[in-house]
């Protein structure tokens, strides 16, 4: 699984002109699935996500974590975080898990970030064309994969 994480102040998801979801002050997660991810990506990934800590603190440092805030959070399958731009100039998807796989299990990874958070966690639409609409706090940008645990 590869993810980037964003802190935003806001973020939407929108489907035809028709927002979906929406968060105030939180992460938004943007989440790829590759075949070989398992229930341990997804443990290992939740659990870093609902603890990372990139928000502030009364002075300022990056030391406390979305639970800590009581932050919310938004998240949205892309499959193009596994592009391969390697030859040529169009980018292939083939390291991207076929939509089936994908789908179970961003619905697998929302309920565990769920249990991990104690809060509902908002979901944009599988496999739909999606606009997202976010203002980035910092910006404070992570990507993580899990493969790397990095």
């Given at each position: 699984?590869r993810?980037?994480?964003q802190?935003?102040?806001r973020?939407?998801?929108a489907?035809q002109?028709?927002?979906?979801?929406?968060?105030?002050?939180?992460?938004?997660?943007?989440?790829?699935?590759?075949?070989?991810?398992?229930?341990?990506?997804?443990?290992?990934?939740?659990?870093?996500?609902?603890r990372?800590?990139?928000?502030?603190?009364?002075?300022?440092?990056?030391?406390?974590?979305v639970?800590?805030i009581?932050?919310?959070?938004?998240?949205?399958?892309q499959?193009?975080?596994?592009?391969s731009?390697?030859?040529?100039?169009?980018?292939?998807?083939?390291g991207?898990?076929a939509?089936e796989?994908?789908?179970?299990?961003?619905e697998?990874?929302?309920?565990q970030?769920?249990?991990e958070?104690?809060?509902?966690?908002?979901?944009?639409v599988?496999?739909?064309?999606?606009?997202i609409n976010?203002v980035?706090d910092?910006?404070?940008?992570?990507?993580?994969d899990?493969?790397k645990?990095?």
């Amino acid at each position: 699984m590869r993810v980037v994480v964003q802190r935003v102040v806001r973020a939407s998801v929108a489907v035809q002109e028709k927002i979906v979801a929406q968060i105030a002050r939180g992460l938004l997660v943007l989440l790829g699935v590759e075949p070989s991810d398992s229930r341990d990506d997804i443990l290992w990934l939740t659990g870093k996500i609902a603890r990372l800590r990139i928000f502030a603190d009364q002075d300022g440092a990056m030391n406390l974590s979305v639970q800590d805030i009581g932050g919310d959070l938004l998240v949205v399958s892309q499959f193009t975080l596994f592009a391969s731009t390697r030859k040529g100039n169009r980018p292939s998807f083939v390291g991207a898990a076929a939509p089936e796989q994908a789908n179970q299990l961003y619905e697998d990874f929302c309920r565990q970030l769920e249990t991990e958070i104690g809060k509902s966690v908002r979901r944009g639409v599988f496999g739909a064309n999606m606009q997202i609409n976010l203002v980035n706090d910092g910006p404070v940008t992570i990507c993580i994969d899990t493969k790397k645990k990095e």
